[in-house]
């Protein structure tokens, strides 16, 4: 039986903090920008703020690369500052989860200065180091995401540091039960201090056996959990979100089943990597094709119907802006972008909702490399020109699934630069900050950001929403995403169209059904007939008792 838990009815909102507030006009968002937009956040609904990382940091990814697990960044505020924003979301009833980067750390941290120095240091094995290979070359052909090989000589010693990001993030070595105590008590440290939980930082890679060149699901991954469950958050009632890229429905539940005491849910990718090119990744986006969408998703649904549970997201701050990927930016921006939320929210699983999401916010239309900041939009456009590859080729690429899309500055009102800062910030903020700012969305009740607060209040008041279980249909239509949930005596029927053009649409007899319009993005549809005619990317759901 289903054990309920808080989160299964909770809505996530992710704030990545460079890009969120700035209030002390450094161009750069801070902590005391966030408290200072909690207000914002509370009226949405939000139960839960999940924080990119706000750790001491060289800022080489922008804080996934961590130099200090228990300060704040000074560029985001102190460690005062924080423990305010924690008192002051909780007085809002909003919970807060830290990012948890513990597959590397920064080049910085102390752990990997003592470890570099030499081959006794005691903190030598906190991170994975291996002699040359035979040609002096480096142990294995293992590539870094961010590209290049995975291994960086060290003069200092003579043999090369496994690095799976960039080269200022070396990998610890889970393999060192000190790295995993140290981990756990650095842990247990913010739970003291009254965190929700936590998102986990590519976790899937923790199990890493590098000398058999694996790299996720390694062979004591979920012993490693399991462990870090039992020490840490276990006792607690917080949230757990593990990012594994590597997810399939298979380990999904391994990681998230009721019985594992692991984590609560994980992210999944397959929604997303579908559409990358299988030799340029996602610096060649395919066309948008519906029916391999609908195909992922209703397989996740239905492989988590009974056993774990799915988080539901289109963004997040290394994603493009789902309006501009999924839906129709400059066509019907309100419309597609209210159908991309009922489609996704109405689904079974916990919801996250990136900044900026739920004004509508699009991609950045940037025309030159010098404009990006993301280092591995920056690592790839060396190694796309490099290999002869045009730069306008590239930029597009960058333009449809560049991470710096998901990074501008979020959009406050119509004053400069969006009321973000007072200065020029330290990326772009996107021209259009003028029309699709939260001031615009907050004062127009038909604007995206109603259409979001309706639907996680409508999560909160409709348990079908929550538990009921779903059903596809008209799976090989190219223009509509059909499915059902159901409970006890209520049946929802979630209609999204996906087309810029009028679409008319057969409804199967178990549809033709009436009921009570709970949300819609044009007029409310009450009752289903033959056929129904949907405008440019209508989306409605009807529950019938
Ligand atoms: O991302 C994991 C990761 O692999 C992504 O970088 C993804 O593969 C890539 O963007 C697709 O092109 C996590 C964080 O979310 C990301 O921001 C960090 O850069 C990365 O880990 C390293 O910490
Ligand atoms: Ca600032």
């Known amino acids: 039986p289903l054990e309920r838990q808080w989160w299964h009815s909770s809505t996530v909102y992710q704030i990545y903090p460079r890009s969120f507030c700035d209030l002390n006009g450094d161009g750069i968002g801070d902590i005391p920008g966030i408290i200072s937009k909690l207000d914002y956040i509370a009226s949405l609904g939000i139960d839960v703020i999940w924080l990119s990382p706000i750790f001491k940091s060289p800022m080489d990814d922008n804080g996934y690369d961590i130099s200090d697990y228990r300060d704040i960044a000074p560029e985001f505020g102190t460690l005062a500052d924080f423990d305010l924003l924690v008192a002051e979301a909780r007085r809002r009833g909003i919970g807060i989860l830290l990012d ?244 996704l929210h109405l689904l079974k699983g916990t919801p996250f909702i990136y900044q900026g999401e739920e004004i509508g916010m699009t991609n950045m239309p940037f025309s030159a490399i010098e404009q990006y900041r993301d280092i591995e939009t920056l690592n790839m456009y060396q190694l796309h020109v490099d290999a002869g590859r045009s730069a306008e080729d590239f930029i597009m690429g960058a333009n449809a699934n560049g991470r710096d899309n998901a990074r501008t500055p979020m959009q406050w009102n119509s004053a400069a630069y969006g009321g973000f800062s007072t200065v020029e910030p330290w990326i772009g903020v996107n021209p259009n900050y003028a029309s699709i700012n939260a001031d615009v969305a907050m004062s127009d009740e038909r604007s995206v950001w109603n259409h979001y607060r309706q639907l996680i209040a409508l999560r909160k008041s409709h348990p079908v929403i929550v538990y009921g279980k779903y059903q596809s249909w008209l799976d090989d239509n190219k223009d509509v995403f059909v499915y059902t949930r159901r409970q006890d005596r209520d049946l929802l029927v979630v209609i999204g169209s996906f087309s810029a053009h009028e679409v008319s649409l057969d409804v199967p007899e178990e549809l033709k059904v009436s009921g009570n319009c709970l949300i819609s993005n044009y007029q409310p549809i009450e009752a289903l007939g033959e056929t129904v005619v949907l405008k440019p990317y209508e989306a409605f759901a009807i529950l019938h008792r």
């Open 100 to 343: 948890l980067v513990v597959n590397h750390t920064s080049d910085e941290h102390p752990w990997f200065q003592n470890s570099r120095a030499s081959l006794d240091n005691p903190f030598r094995d906190f991170y994975v180091w291996r002699k040359p290979g035979p040609d002096g070359g480096p142990p294995n052909d293992l590539q870094s995401t961010f590209g290049g090989p995975a291994w960086t000589l060290d003069e200092t010693t003579g043999e090369y540091y496994l690095h799976l990001f960039s080269r200022r993030q070396p990998d610890l070595n889970w393999e060192n039960p000190k790295v995993r105590a140290e981990v756990h008590d650095m842990m247990n440290w913010w739970l003291e201090r009254g965190i929700s939980g936590f998102r986990m930082d590519v976790i899937d890679y923790i199990g890493k056996q590098v000398d058999q060149g694996v790299v996720t699901d390694g062979a004591h991954l979920h012993e490693y959990l399991q462990a870090m469950n039992r020490e840490t958050f276990g006792g607690r009632n917080v949230l757990t979100v593990g990012e594994a890229w590597s997810a399939t429905p298979a380990s999904a539940l391994l990681y998230s089943g009721r019985e594992r005491q692991e984590l609560s849910m994980v992210f999944q990718f397959e929604h997303v990597t579908r559409q990358w090119d299988e030799t340029y990744g996602k610096w060649q986006p395919k066309t948008f094709d519906l029916v391999e969408l609908k195909s992922v998703l209703s397989k996740w649904q239905n492989a988590l119907a009974d056993d774990g549970w799915n988080s539901l997201f289109w963004g997040n701050h290394d994603l493009p802006r789902a309006v501009s990927k999924y839906g129709d930016a400059t066509g019907y921006p309100v419309e597609s972008a209210k159908m991309l939320a009922t489609v």
